[in-house]
Structures are given as structure tokens and as C-alpha cells.
Nanobody, 127 residues
């Protein structure tokens, strides 16, 4: 069973940086995609960044140039996969709970539907 655990959340001043980590375990195959979403209470979860197994990264417009998603190279047979989100120049609008997700079922293209999620890690950016 796939298990994802995020870490690295916390409080930071506007303009500061944080790096979130996601430890994924229990994979029988390399996930087709891993990504980050975020959610603020009362609002829908929104995509932040995603990284396909082929190494293609995509970003939401509101984080382009500020956030970087990365994933260490792992063995094809590895049951563990790690994902990072390095966030710079943070603003109060980035305050949210950030969720890590992965895609292990092929749906026709990578990163169009994530099927496993972590519990989230929260960041608060103060002005």
C-alpha cells in the first residue's frame, strides 16, 4: 500500500524560503507522476507543481519562477520515492496546507490524475 508523508512545513516571513519533502513508500512500480497541491480552508485544492517519471515538470502560473519541484533518481525497482518542493520568495498568499500526491495507475497521460495522497503539511507566511 502506498503511503505518502510530507514534512518541512512551518512559519516563515514574506520573502523567505522553505523546502517541503515528501517520502513515498510502498510502490510496486515507479509512479508515473508525483506532485504538490495546496489547499486553503474554504477553497478547492489547487495544483502547484508536478513532475512526471520522464522528468517533465509543470507549474501553476502563480508559482512559476519561485517554486522548484525535484525528485532524486530512484531505481526502477525501488519501493520508495522522494519528492521535494523548494519554495522561494514566499508571500502570505502561499499560506496553505500542501499535499503530496502520486500517480500509479496509467490513465493515458502522466500527471492528469493523482491517486495517492499524503496528509499534508502546513505553511504560514507572515507579512
Amino acid at each position: 500500500q502506498i503511503h505518502l508523508m510530507e514534512s518541512g512545513g512551518g512559519s516563515v516571513q514574506a520573502g523567505g524560503s522553505l523546502t517541503l519533502s515528501c517520502e513515498g513508500t510502498g510502490y510496486s512500480i515507479t509512479p508515473y507522476c508525483m506532485g504538490w497541491f495546496r489547499q486553503v480552508p474554504g477553497r478547492e485544492r489547487e495544483g502547484v507543481a508536478a513532475l512526471s517519471a520522464e522528468g517533465k515538470s509543470t507549474y501553476a502560473d502563480f508559482v512559476k519562477g519561485r517554486f522548484t519541484i525535484s525528485k532524486p533518481v530512484a531505481s526502477v525497482m525501488s519501493a520508495n520515492h522522494t519528492l521535494y518542493l523548494h519554495m522561494t520568495n514566499l508571500t502570505p498568499e502561499d499560506s496553505a496546507t500542501y499535499y503530496c500526491g502520486s500517480q500509479s495507475s496509467w490513465t493515458g497521460s502522466p500527471c492528469n490524475r493523482l491517486d495517492a495522497w499524503g496528509q499534508g503539511t502546513s505553511i504560514t507566511v507572515s507579512s
